[in-house]
């Protein structure tokens, strides 16, 4: 089973940037998409980027479009979401998730590992 653990959250003010990283281990991390979702509170877990497992292809369903970037590293084992012209609306928990890479990264259920959530929050 691949681990995942998440960084680069913090206190931003808006407008600003943001860029989260996720390192992976404990597996082959070619062998698996990567996605990026977020939690605000009270709210359901928002799908926000996703990436196949070599890079090459990346997916953004919702708002974040045009402000975030998703990318991954292989070589390094690490998949990051570059976050700009951030809004008070983004701020919430961010969680870093694979799916195996026979999957579709570009839907939500095919992710079924997590990290622990990294905190972003976004003051206006």
């Known amino acids: 089973q691949v681990r995942l653990v998440e960084s680069g959250g913090g206190l931003v003010q808006a407008g600003g940037s943001l860029r989260l990283s996720c390192a992976a281990s404990?597996?082959?991390?070619?062998?698996?998409?990567m996605g990026w979702f977020r939690q605000a509170p009270g709210k359901e877990r928002e799908f926000v980027a996703g990436?196949?497992?070599?890079?090459?292809?990346?997916y953004y369903p919702g708002s974040v479009k045009g402000r975030f970037t998703i990318s991954r590293d292989n070589a390094r084992n690490t998949v990051y979401l570059q976050m700009n012209s951030l809004k008070p609306e983004d701020t919430a928990d961010y969680y870093c998730?694979?799916?195996?890479?026979?999957?579709?990264?570009?839907?939500?259920?095919?992710?079924?590992?997590w990290g622990q959530g990294t905190q972003v929050t976004v003051s206006s």
């Open positions: 404990g597996r082959t991390f070619s062998n698996y998409n």
């Open positions: 990436i196949s497992w070599n890079g090459g292809r990346t």
């Open positions: 998730a694979a799916a195996d890479a026979y999957m579709d990264y570009t839907k939500a259920p095919a992710y079924h590992y």
